[in-house]
């Protein structure tokens, strides 16, 4: 909305007319006259529902060139147990131990696949992933997989990327109104912290955030958090079988670059 640019805010011309009084500074006028009428002008046409334009890309080809991000913000969801016959007690140890003889990954894993699919395909450009994961006290958590995930990438990547765990990157597996909300303010948290290590300078693709992954509350939070200047959202795609079921086999890479913009009435 309108009212949510900074430069429209009460707070920002008060502290401008407390600085300097608007009777001595010309400019300030100027600019205050400029942005009334400007703002009246597309009060007077009225303002319509924010429009989205979105350009999913497959990362293939050209865009594969292109796409080479240093930074991967990603969902993870809990793997049920893929390693028959072991039971589910020693599957959650074997997760919790990174125990890749027992439980070796690929692209095809169910669930955590897609991770490694993202590992694998960005490999030469990530430098950090950041896991946003999911905590809960009466079942499986995601968390619990992420050691694995971690083995996986220093046998197959070496330490060439950093890979984030934090606590703080754990989403409380509740009501889904929290887990939204939740997930929306730990991927602002990291936007927050890229920031500050001068690190967040959205280029591009040069950061992903990929939402295959989690609850579907978590996508919604994650994807609104993502409303920023050239911030693209990630997928890991799918062909589909005649039935309509999702052929995981054939899994790829998937971009989707959107564009938020303000519409006049007509």
């Known amino acids: 909305m309108l009212t949510d640019c900074w430069f429209l805010s009460w707070e920002f011309w008060n502290k401008v007319l407390d600085a300097v009084p608007l009777t001595q500074n010309f400019v300030a006028s100027i600019a205050m006259g400029v942005l009334t009428t400007g703002f009246g002008y597309l009060l007077g046409r009225g303002v319509r529902a924010r429009r989205v334009t979105i350009s999913p890309y497959k990362v293939t080809g050209t865009d594969a060139e292109r796409t080479k991000p240093q ?61 946003v994961t999911t905590r809960s006290t009466g079942g499986g958590s995601s968390s619990d997989a992420v050691p694995l995930l971690q083995q996986w990438a220093r046998t197959n990547l070496g330490e060439r990327v950093s890979i984030h765990t934090d606590k703080q990157y754990e989403v409380d597996l509740e009501e889904d109104d929290r887990v939204a909300r939740q997930a929306y303010d730990i991927c602002e948290l990291i936007f927050e912290r890229l920031a500050e290590e001068k690190k967040y300078q959205p280029k591009g693709r040069e950061i992903l955030v990929d939402v295959t992954g989690g609850t579907k509350s978590m996508t919604v939070g994650m994807l609104l958090a993502c409303l920023h200047p050239e911030q693209d959202v990630h997928l890991v795609g799918v062909h589909y079988k005649p039935n309509g079921d999702a052929d995981w086999g054939t899994s790829f890479p998937m971009g989707i670059h959107f564009d938020p913009r303000l519409e006049g009435k007509r």
Do not use: C, H, M, Q
Request: glycine share 4%; no cysteine; charged share 25%.
């Open 71 to 131: 930074v991967l913000i990603a969902s993870l969801s809990y793997p049920k147990n893929f390693a028959p016959p072991l039971s589910d007690e020693e599957f959650r140890e074997a997760l919790r131990s990174g125990d890749l003889a027992r439980l070796p990954l690929s692209r095809a894993t169910p669930s955590i696949g897609s991770a490694v699919l993202l590992l694998e395909t960005y490999k030469d450009s990530l430098k950090e992933v950041f896991f």
